[in-house]
């Protein structure tokens, strides 16, 4: 069975931190994908990153990062000197074989100025 | 390029009625799928399709249906609707392949009375 865990429900940090999203995940697939999505308040999954399996190099993109380690089965998400516009649901999700994405439960960020 | 749109966008039902929502996607993708996202229960996904054929299916009843047009533009339908159907119903889109990323619609908020 595939799933994955986003143990964090909900971050609160001040303007100018950095933030780390923690993403957990299990699968049987030898070949899979990462996401990220972020949904801002107004309700809409706005896709982040990909990754797949074979590649575990790390990605830097803007104030975004991210970590993935195949060997913890971890796809964490940093977000350096968060700004208020980062407030929102972050969503981890697992694509295998099988035509499903798998989604965490998410975490909430809040940003405060 | 236009993103996935969904009508209606907001949605007032009452118990035992039906409903059907419509999905566009990107143009040039193929494959659709459909999520459920509830406070409780979070992003579920309820069923993929490509090429006019569903290619998998969520832990849904039965009361849960949908189909693909030869656009590729997809709908999903809920017979005897109950409050729990209350929920944001979100599709996306994708290429082909499982590896592909989906990229979300703004989604429908259907409210069961």
């Known amino acids: 069975a595939q799933k994955v865990t986003q143990a964090q429900t909900e971050i609160s940090v001040v303007e100018k931190e950095d933030v780390t999203l923690d993403c957990v995940y299990e699968?049987?697939?030898?070949?899979?994908?990462l996401f990220w999505y972020k949904q801002p308040p107004s309700g809409e999954l706005v896709f982040l990153i990909r990754?797949?399996?074979?590649?575990?190099q790390n990605e830097i993109s803007g104030r975004y990062s991210w970590n993935f380690q195949k060997s913890t089965s971890s796809f964490n998400f940093t977000i350096t000197a968060s700004q208020v516009v980062d407030s929102a649901v972050y969503f981890c999700a697992l694509r295998g074989g099988g035509f499903k994405t798998i989604f965490g439960a998410g975490t909430r960020l809040f940003v405060k100025a | 390029k236009a993103g996935v749109t969904q009508t209606p966008r907001y949605l007032i039902k009452t118990r035992g009625q039906q409903v059907t929502l419509s999905c566009s996607p990107i143009?040039?993708?193929?494959?659709v799928s459909w999520y459920q996202q509830t406070p409780g229960q979070g992003l579920q996904f309820l069923f993929e399709?490509?090429?006019?054929?569903?290619?998998n299916k969520g832990n849904f009843p039965g009361r849960f249906s949908g189909r693909q047009f030869s656009n590729s533009r997809s709908e999903m339908n809920v017979s005897t609707l109950e409050l729990g159907d209350s929920a944001l119903y979100l599709c996306a889109s994708g290429l082909a392949g499982y590896q592909e990323t989906q990229y979300f619609g703004p989604g429908t908020r259907l409210l069961v009375l």
């Open positions: 399709y490509f090429s006019e054929t569903q290619r």
């Open positions: 699968t049987r697939d030898t070949t899979y994908y």
């Open positions: 143009s040039g993708h193929r494959s």
């Open positions: 990754r797949n399996s074979f590649d575990e």
